[in-house]
C-alpha cells in the first residue's frame, strides 16, 4: 500500500475553485451590479435640494435634477429610501403621520454598462473641479 505525502496535493486538490464534495461548481453570491439611465425630478417646493446628494459605502454623488444621468443599482437603492413624513396639524387637534414622500423622486429610462456610468462620472468630475477652480 503505497503513503501519500500530506505536502503534495494534485491539481483538483490545489485549485481555488468552490467545488464542493458533490462535485457541482458553487456558483459566486455576489451577482453583477446593474447600471440604469435615470433622470431625477425637479424640485417640489422651495426647501428641497437643488442637486440630489446620495451617498453609499463611502461615495458621495451629487446629481443635478431634471438631467438623465447613469447610476449604479445602490445609489437607486439609497434614492428609495430616502423618505421625508408628511404631517398633518388640525386645530384642536395632536399632530398626525399624514404619509411618506420619497425625497429624491426618479424616473428610471432603461439600462445602462459600468462602462458608461464611469465615462460620465469622470465627465462631471472633471466639469466640478473647474467650477470649483473658476470660483476660486
Keep these: 500500500m503505497a503513503e ?34 435615470v433622470k431625477f425630478n425637479a424640485k417640489s417646493s422651495a426647501s428641497d435640494e437643488d442637486q440630489v446628494t446620495l451617498g453609499c459605502n463611502g461615495v458621495l454623488l451629487k446629481i443635478q435634477r431634471e438631467k438623465e444621468i447613469i447610476l449604479p443599482e445602490r445609489f437607486l437603492e439609497v434614492a ?16 398626525k403621520i399624514a404619509g411618506k414622500v420619497q425625497t429624491f423622486p426618479y424616473t428610471r429610462l432603461g439600462t445602462s454598462t459600468k462602462a ?21
Excluded at 86 to 92: A, D, E, L, N
Excluded at 121 to 135: H, Y
Aim: glycine share 4%; hydrophobic share 15%.
Design 4 to 37: 501519500s505525502n500530506p505536502t503534495t496535493s494534485t491539481p483538483e486538490q490545489s485549485s481555488n475553485s468552490q467545488t464542493p464534495a458533490s462535485g457541482k461548481k458553487v456558483q459566486s453570491k455576489e451577482k453583477a451590479e446593474k447600471y440604469f439611465r
Design 80 to 95: 428609495d429610501h430616502t423618505i421625508s413624513i408628511q404631517y398633518r396639524q388640525m386645530p384642536g387637534e395632536k399632530r
Design 116 to 136: 458608461e456610468y464611469l465615462k460620465m462620472k469622470k465627465t462631471g468630475t472633471q466639469a466640478t473641479k473647474k467650477s470649483i477652480e473658476l470660483d476660486d
